[in-house]
């Protein structure tokens, strides 16, 4: 059974940083594409940034491009997304979420697996 477990969420101060986490389990990590989404009440969810398990290409929201980054660890089935300057308009839940790669390089789109997701508040 695919598992997906994000962590990392919190306050933080506008400016500041955090780093989310996403623990993988229950398929073959190297077979799956991780990305990651977040969504606010009210608005549809939104993809941020996804890294591609057969090339390790990486992509992202024009919006978040530059201050956002996400890497993997294949050694511990785990994908993050570090956040840099921080507004508070980033605050919302944030999910990872996985799809079968397909033998495919392209990572960014819609997803099969979601974890439970993390809030993050950006607020002074």
């Known amino acids: 059974e695919v598992h997906l477990v994000e962590s990392g969420g919190g306050l933080v101060q506008p400016g500041g940083s955090l780093t989310l986490s996403c623990a993988a389990s229950g398929f073959t990590f190297d077979d799956y594409h991780i990305g990651w989404f977040r969504q606010v009440p009210g608005k549809a969810r939104e993809e941020l940034a996804c890294i591609s398990s057969t090339d390790g290409s990486t992509n992202y929201l024009y919006s978040v491009k530059g201050r956002f980054f996400i890497s993997s660890d294949s050694a511990k089935n785990m994908v993050y997304l570090q956040m840099n300057s921080l507004k508070p308009g980033d605050t919302a839940v944030y999910y990872c979420?996985?799809?079968?790669?397909?033998?495919?390089?392209?990572?960014?789109?819609?997803?099969?697996?979601w974890g439970q997701g993390t809030q993050v508040t950006v607020s002074s």
């Open positions: 979420a996985a799809n079968d790669a397909g033998g495919s390089n392209w990572c960014w789109g819609s997803k099969d697996y």
